[in-house]
Structure formats: C-alpha cells, structure tokens
C-alpha cells in the first residue's frame, strides 16, 4: 500500500516539494508512485513521448512537458493503453489529454492539466525534437529523473528518496 501524501508531509516536509498545480486525474489509479523519466516537447513533435512510453522501466513514472506547444492532447486511450500494458505506474502530463472514457478504464494513473480533442502529431519536417531525462520544472517544483512522484487524491510530491 501506498503512504498518503499528506503522510508523507506530515514526516518529511523538509525532504519533500509539492507541486502546486491543480491536476486532474483521468487514470484508473487514483495514487501512484514511482521513479521519474521525463520528456520535453517542442513543436506538438510527440516522437519523444511515444519513445519514452515504450522503453521506460515498469513501476516509473513519465513526466512530461508539452505546454509550450501548441495546444492538443499528448495522449489518448491507445498511448496510454501501451503504457499501461508495459506497467507504467503513471503518466504526469504538464497538458492535455484525451479519449478519457478509455482513460479512466486503465490501471495506471494519469494526471494533466485538462482535455484537447485534437491529437499530438510525429515530428515532421522542420519540427523540432524532444529531449528526454532532464529536470523540467514547472508546478512550482523540479522534476529530476531518478527522484520518485508521490501522487494520490491529495496532491503530488516529488523526492530524492523513497518512501514505504
């Protein structure tokens, strides 16, 4: 069983940032954890993410960021569906989603800002690619890969260590 965020804050503050963004969850799982793989989107390029989605280690956690981009939703129900079949513990999107009733069906959970009905795009000419497994910052906090997301109702925390 997962410790509680407020748990966690209530031992280890100190050793503990919160983000400060008002997710919304669309995943089956409603608390999740796990250690971060990151991804950075430019230009609705999502060659990244896809990649990141399929190689990353069963039990991680994928932040991603695609806000700077055009606005459209980074992942659906089939993104999600292969990341859940892989054992993705979560998915946290600083952008959108869709296809949130196929969404909601998986076991793994999937935090992002709100839902776009037009779908990200694979890089084409001109469009810049990704990066992966770099600190992104936004939420008010650095997501550095290798540190673990502590994510349930209550919020979403983010540490060097792990927490049983």
């Known amino acids: 069983m997962q410790v509680s965020t407020p748990d966690l804050c209530d031992q280890y503050l100190d050793e503990v940032s919160i983000s400060e963004t008002k997710w919304q969850s669309y995943g089956g799982r409603k608390a999740f954890t ?11 390029n999502n060659r990244k993410f896809m990649e990141a ?10 932040v991603m960021d695609g806000i700077f981009s055009k606005p459209c939703a980074w992942m659906g129900d089939r993104k999600a569906g292969i990341a859940a079949g892989r054992g993705i513990a979560g998915i946290i999107i600083n952008g959108y989603v869709r296809d949130i009733e196929g969404l909601e069906k998986l076991d793994m959970g999937i935090l992002a800002l709100g839902t776009h009905p037009m779908a990200s795009r694979f890089a084409t ?13 936004f939420g008010q906090i650095d997501w550095v890969p290798g540190h673990y997301v502590y994510a349930d109702q ?8 792990k927490y049983d």
């Open 154 to 161: 209550s919020g979403v925390l983010v540490s060097e260590k």
């Open 125 to 137: 000419e001109g469009k810049r690619e990704g990066v992966r497994d770099l600190t992104l910052t």
């Open 53 to 62: 989605i399929e190689t990353a280690e069963p039990g991680s956690v994928i």
């Open 34 to 44: 796990g250690p971060i793989t990151t991804v950075k989107i430019f230009d609705n």
